[in-house]
C-alpha cells in the first residue's frame, strides 16, 4: 500500500513560497508538513502564525504541524485556528500527555505524538490507544539535513508490533533523512506517512520525487 507523503515546508525556498504550495498542492502529497520551533526543545527557530496564515490561505491538504515547543498546551487553539489538522505534540516535554492529547482532540484535530530518537518505544505503551499518530524522529530535532538514524529501522518494527498487540489504529509517522534509499525500507518496516524535506526541494523535479516516495516499489 502507497505511503502517505508529507514534505517538510522548512525545506522550501521561502523567497517563493507561494511557488513551493502550488508545487506541493499539484503533486501527489497528502499533506503538508509544519515544523515549529521555538529555539528552547531545540536548538533552531523556525516560523510561527504568519506563515501558518499563508498555508492556510493557499494549502489545498491538510496541515501537519509538528510542535518542537515547550509547554504546547498553551498554543493548542491558536494552532487550529491557525489552520492545523494534525497536531504532534513531543512526549519530552507533555508534563500530562493523555490530558494534552485529550485537548488537541477536543479542538477537532488528530492528535500525534512524536518521540526523540532516544526515547524509546515502550514508554507509549499507556497511550498508543490514544493517539491517532507517532511521528517517530529519524533525526535529532532541530535542523533539516541531517543523515537518517539506522536504528528508527528497529524501533519503527517494534512499534508496529505495539500498534498490532494493543489493537491501535496509530499510524507511524517518519520525520528526518527521508530519502529515495529508505523510503521503501521503511514502508515495509511499517511506516504509513513519511515527511520529506531536503529529499523534496533538492530535487530538479519535485513532483516525481514526491511520486516515487509515494510508492517506491
Not at 499510524?171 to 534509499?181: P, R
Request: aromatic share 6%; glycine share 6%.
Amino acid at each position: 500500500m502507497p505511503a502517505m507523503i508529507a514534505p517538510s515546508i522548512l525545506a522550501a525556498d521561502f523567497s517563493n513560497l507561494k511557488a513551493a504550495i502550488d508545487m506541493i498542492n499539484d503533486s501527489e502529497a497528502d499533506w503538508f508538513h509544519v515544523d515549529v520551533m521555538d529555539g528552547v526543545f531545540v536548538p533552531n527557530i523556525s516560523f510561527g502564525f504568519p506563515v501558518m496564515k499563508t498555508l492556510q490561505t493557499h494549502a489545498k491538504k491538510m496541515l501537519d504541524v509538528h510542535l518542537m515547543i515547550i509547554d504546547p498546551d498553551k498554543y493548542i487553539e491558536d494552532f487550529k485556528k491557525a489552520g492545523a489538522n494534525v497536531l504532534a505534540v513531543h512526549y519530552e516535554v507533555c508534563r500530562n500527555l493523555h490530558r494534552t492529547i485529550q485537548a488537541i482532540k477536543h479542538h477537532g484535530m488528530k492528535a500525534s505524538v512524536a518521540i526523540n530518537p532516544h526515547t524509546p518505544i515502550s514508554a507509549l505503551t499507556d497511550i498508543i490507544n490514544d493517539v491517532d499518530i507517532v511521528l517517530v524522529m529519524s533525526v535529532n530535532p532541530g535542523f533539516g539535513g541531517q543523515k537518517f538514524i539506522q536504528h528508527t529501522f528497529d524501533k519503527v518494527l517494534r512499534l508496529k508490533q505495539l500498534i498490532i498487540e494493543s489493537s491501535s489504529k496509530a499510524k507511524i509517522e517518519i520525520d528526518g533523512g527521508v530519502d529515495l534509499d529508505n523510503a521503501l525500507p521503511l514502508i515495509r518496516a511499517g511506516a504509513d506517512i513519511l515527511v520529506a524535506g531536503n529529499t523534496v526541494f533538492s530535487s530538479p523535479n519535485p513532483r516525481e520525487t514526491i511520486k516515487f516516495l509515494k510508492d517506491p516499489l
